[in-house]
């Protein structure tokens, strides 16, 4: 499975994004997908997560009622919205994808894309 971020870029704070994370090689159906941001000097953390056995999705605390997951099955997508954001939001946004995966452990992904960066400043 091939995973490509898109959507990054400057946003003042209280702005919004839309993060896509497109695949190749396989169909996303029947993978967890996550969503991880990692911050200069920071260790890479969870943002959100959607699971494919049962439709349940998480988000981190940091996030919640800001971010929302979303995934495509026929587009092969998954998206990530982002709304009301932060200076803290500020990172290196990357999608992975698993079989089974766990929530927010990084160590369960075997599938990762590239990254894209998302600065929020004025």
């Known amino acids: 499975v091939q995973l490509v971020e898109s959507g990054g870029g400057l946003v003042q704070p209280g702005g919004f994004l839309r993060l896509s994370c497109a695949a190749s090689?396989?169909?996303?159906?029947?993978?967890?997908i996550s969503w991880f941001r990692q911050a200069p000097g920071k260790e890479r953390e969870g943002v959100s997560c959607?699971?494919?056995?049962?439709?349940?999705?998480y988000y981190a605390d940091s996030v919640e009622g800001r971010f929302t997951i979303s995934r495509d099955n026929p587009k092969n997508a998954v998206y990530l919205q982002m709304n009301s954001l932060k200076p803290e939001d500020t990172a290196v946004y990357s999608c992975?994808?698993?079989?089974?995966?766990?929530?927010?452990?990084?160590?369960?992904?075997?599938?990762w894309g590239q990254g894209t960066q998302v600065t929020v400043s004025s």
């Open positions: 992975a994808a698993d079989p089974r995966g766990l929530e927010f452990v990084v160590s369960a992904y075997t599938y």
């Open positions: 090689g396989s169909t996303l159906d029947g993978y967890a």
């Open positions: 959607i699971f494919s056995h049962d439709g349940s999705i």
